[in-house]
C-alpha cells in the first residue's frame, strides 16, 4: 500500500470505476464532472480522478482508455488501483512456469477479454508499456483519509 500523499491537496476527488473500455461514456463522464481537456489531460480546477479498477475488456476503446487514464495519472491528475481485469489481462500475457500462463486460454475468459486481446495483440510496444503500468498500480490507496481499493477493504490483505 502507498503511503498518504500529501501533495495532493484538492477539494475532493471523483471516484471512477468499472470503464471497461468505453471510451465515450468516460468523456461525458469526465465533462460532467467539470474535467476539460487541457494540453492532451484531463483536467479540472478543484478536484482530481480516483479510478478504482476495471478500465479494460469489453468495450470497443480499451485503448482509447488507457491513453487517456494513463495521461492523466502521469500527470497528477488522478491515481488508479488494480482491478480484477487489469489483473486478469496481466495474466493472461504472464507465464506460468508450466509453459502455460498465469490465467488459462480458456473460452470463457476470452469472450469478455476480446476488445483488450485484440488491442493488445496489435499492439504488442504499447501491450508491454501498459503491462507494466498494471504491475505498478497498488491495489489498494490512502489519500487524505479516504480509502479506495476495487472491490473490498481487507485490512490484512491491504497490509
Do not use: T
Amino acid at each position: 500500500m502507498e503511503k498518504k500523499e500529501k501533495h495532493m491537496k484538492v477539494k475532493g476527488y471523483d471516484v471512477i470505476g468499472d470503464v471497461h473500455g468505453k471510451l465515450d461514456a468516460l468523456k461525458e463522464l469526465l465533462g460532467r464532472l467539470g474535467y476539460r481537456l487541457e494540453g492532451g489531460v484531463w483536467r479540472n480546477p478543484e478536484r482530481k480522478a480516483v479510478f478504482i479498477g476495471d478500465l479494460v475488456d469489453r468495450g470497443p476503446g480499451v485503448a482509447g482508455v488507457l491513453a487517456l487514464v494513463k495521461a492523466m495519472v502521469d500527470a497528477g491528475e488522478a491515481r488508479v488501483v488494480m482491478g480484477n481485469h487489469e489483473y486478469g489481462l496481466l495474466s493472461w500475457y504472464c507465464p506460468d512456469g508450466k509453459g502455460g500462463f498465469r490465467r488459462k486460454h480458456k473460452e470463457r475468459y476470452r469472450s469478455f477479454m476480446q476488445a483488450s486481446l485484440d488491442y493488445f495483440d496489435a499492439s504488442p510496444d504499447e501491450r508491454e508499456i501498459y503491462l507494466d503500468w498494471f504491475r505498478s498500480m497498488p491495489l489498494a490507496l490512502e489519500i487524505d483519509g479516504g480509502r479506495f481499493v476495487h472491490a473490498y477493504w481487507d485490512a490484512r490483505s491491504v497490509a
